[in-house]
C-alpha cells in the first residue's frame, strides 16, 4: 500500500506521538509498503525524502512541543504520491487537510486519537468549560467524517461517541513499543553510579509539562522523603521544567532531585534502568508512552487512577492505580515497592510481560488490516 501519514507532531519533537509515528511508518516500511510523512517542520530536522515538512509555528509557553502546522503544498504533494489510504493521527491543521485531501482524492481516510486536546488550552489561555466542550464537540465531528477511526484506549473512544462520534467503525489499537530498545538491563548499580543515580530513585519520565500534574508530584515525592532516604530523577523536558524546579527548592527537595534532561538511545535505557520506581500523576494521558517504555525495562509503575492508565497499568500486577488526588496512598505504594524488592520485581516482570503486546510488527500488522478494511468499505 501507498500510506500518508499526517500530524502535527514529529522527530525531533519530544512527544510520545512522534516516536510511535516514527516507530510505526518505519515498520510499515520494513513489511514492503511506501509511507510518506507530512510533519511540522521545526528547529533540528533532518533531511528525509520519506517527510514532507511543513511550515509550523512553536505555540507559546509550548517550549516547541505543540506546533500550529500550515499545510500549504500538502494537498499538491499528496496527488504526486497517490496514496491509498491517508492517515491522520491529529485533528488540528495537518489532520484537517489530509481529511480534505481525502475528500478531494477519493481516498480513504483512517482517523487516531492519541490525546484530548482539550486538556492543552491553557497553553492558548481558552482552559474554560465551554472551550474545552467546543473542541470535544469538534474532536467528534471531525473522526465522525474519517472512514474508520482508532485510538489506544478505549478511554479516549467512549468520549468521542459521549461526544456525538456515532456510525464510525472504530478499534482500540496501541501504539508501538520498540522493545529491542527498551528492555530490562543488569548491572543497576553500576548504571547508577554512572549517572549520578541514588538508592530508591522514584522516576518522573516525559515531557515536563503542566498538565502532567507535576506540582502534585513533587508533593507525593516529599512524603515520600519524609518517610524514607529517596531520589526524584526526572528524565525528559519541557515549558513546566523552571516551575517544578522552583517548586522542589520551595520544599527543600533540591539535594534530593535529578534532572538529567532529554537523553536518547542507549543512554535512555541505562538511566531508566537505574531508577526503582514510575510515577505517573497525570489525569489527561491516553497512552502514556513514556509508562510503555518504562514498564519494557521492567519498572513498576504507581499511576493516576484517571484517563487511559488504568488500560496501562494492571493494578496489583504491574504496579498500582490511586485515586489522583491520594497523596498519602500515593506515597504509601511507592514506599511499599521501595522496600519490598520482590513485590517490585514480580510487578517489573509482569509490565514487561504485558508490554509484549505492543511489539511494533504486531501492531503495524493491525494497521495494516485497518488500511484494507477502510480501502474496502
Given at each position: 500500500?501507498?500510506?500518508?501519514?499526517?500530524?502535527?507532531?514529529?522527530?525531533?519533537?519530544?512527544?510520545?506521538?512522534?516516536?510511535?509515528?516514527?516507530?510505526?511508518?518505519?515498520?510499515?516500511?520494513?513489511?514492503?509498503?511506501?509511507?510518506?510523512?507530512?510533519?511540522p517542520n521545526c528547529p533540528g530536522v533532518m533531511p528525509d525524502p520519506h517527510i514532507m515538512r511543513l511550515p509550523s509555528y512553536a505555540i507559546p509557553r509550548s517550549a516547541g512541543s505543540m506546533m500550529m502546522v500550515f499545510p500549504m503544498g500538502m494537498l499538491k504533494?499528496?496527488?504526486?504520491?497517490?496514496?491509498?489510504?491517508?492517515?491522520?493521527?491529529?485533528?488540528?491543521?495537518?489532520?484537517?487537510a489530509g481529511l480534505y485531501a481525502g475528500w478531494r482524492l477519493g481516498v480513504p481516510v483512517v482517523g487516531t486519537d492519541h490525546t484530548?486536546?482539550?486538556?492543552?488550552?491553557?497553553?492558548?489561555?481558552?482552559?474554560?468549560?465551554?472551550?474545552?466542550?467546543?473542541?470535544?464537540?469538534?474532536?467528534?465531528?471531525?473522526?465522525?467524517?474519517?472512514?474508520?477511526?482508532?485510538?489506544?484506549?478505549?478511554h479516549i473512544l467512549d468520549e468521542l461517541e459521549r461526544y456525538g462520534m456515532h456510525g464510525v467503525p472504530s478499534e482500540v489499537l496501541s501504539n508501538p513499543v520498540a522493545l529491542a530498545l527498551f528492555r530490562p538491563l543488569p548491572h543497576k548499580h553500576e548504571l547508577k553510579k554512572k549517572y549520578g543515580i541514588?538508592?530508591?530513585?522514584v522516576l518522573i519520565f516525559g515531557r515536563i509539562a503542566i498538565e502532567k500534574n507535576l506540582d502534585f508530584a513533587s508533593d507525593i515525592f516529599?512524603?515520600?522523603?519524609?518517610?524514607?532516604?529517596?531520589?526524584?530523577?526526572?528524565?525528559?523536558?519541557?515549558?513546566?521544567?523552571?516551575?517544578?524546579?522552583?517548586?522542589?527548592?520551595?520544599?527543600?527537595?533540591?539535594?534530593?532531585?535529578?534532572?538529567?534532561?532529554v537523553l536518547r538511545g542507549e543512554e535512555l535505557i541505562e538511566a531508566l534502568n537505574a531508577t526503582e520506581v514510575c510515577l505517573v500523576t497525570s489525569m489527561s494521558e491516553i497512552q502514556?508512552?513514556?509508562?510503555?517504555?518504562?514498564?519494557?525495562?521492567?519498572?513498576?509503575?504507581?499511576?493516576?487512577?484517571?484517563?487511559?492508565?488504568?488500560?496501562?497499568i494492571k493494578d496489583g500486577i504491574t504496579?498500582?492505580?490511586i485515586d489522583p488526588n491520594n497523596k498519602n496512598e500515593f506515597a504509601e505504594k511507592i514506599v511499599t515497592l521501595l522496600q519490598d524488592k520482590t513485590l517490585a520485581g514480580q510487578f517489573g516482570r509482569a509490565g514487561r510481560e504485558v508490554v509484549q503486546a505492543y511489539v511494533p510488527e504486531r501492531i503495524a500488522e493491525r494497521f495494516e488490516r485497518v488500511y484494507q478494511k477502510s480501502i474496502a468499505l
Open positions: 500500500m501507498r500510506i500518508a501519514i499526517c500530524t502535527d507532531a514529529y522527530l525531533p519533537q519530544l512527544s510520545g506521538v512522534a516516536d510511535s509515528l516514527d516507530l510505526l511508518a518505519a515498520t510499515l516500511r520494513t513489511r514492503g509498503h511506501k509511507v510518506r510523512i507530512y510533519a504533494d499528496m496527488r504526486r504520491f497517490k496514496p491509498d489510504v491517508i492517515h491522520v493521527n491529529t485533528f488540528s491543521t495537518a489532520g484537517c484530548s486536546p482539550a486538556d492543552y488550552l491553557h497553553y492558548i489561555k481558552l482552559n474554560l468549560a465551554p472551550f474545552r466542550w467546543g473542541v470535544r464537540k469538534f474532536a467528534s465531528w471531525f473522526h465522525k467524517h474519517c472512514t474508520i477511526v482508532t485510538a489506544p484506549s478505549r541514588k538508592e530508591n530513585a516529599a512524603e515520600v522523603a519524609a518517610r524514607m532516604p529517596a531520589q526524584l530523577v526526572i528524565l525528559g523536558d519541557g515549558p513546566y521544567r523552571d516551575t517544578l524546579t522552583r517548586r522542589l527548592e520551595e520544599k527543600g527537595l533540591t539535594d534530593k532531585a535529578l534532572f538529567l534532561g502514556p508512552m513514556a509508562t510503555l517504555q518504562a514498564m519494557a525495562c521492567a519498572l513498576p509503575v504507581v499511576g493516576a487512577r484517571a484517563g487511559g492508565l488504568p488500560e496501562c504496579g498500582f492505580t
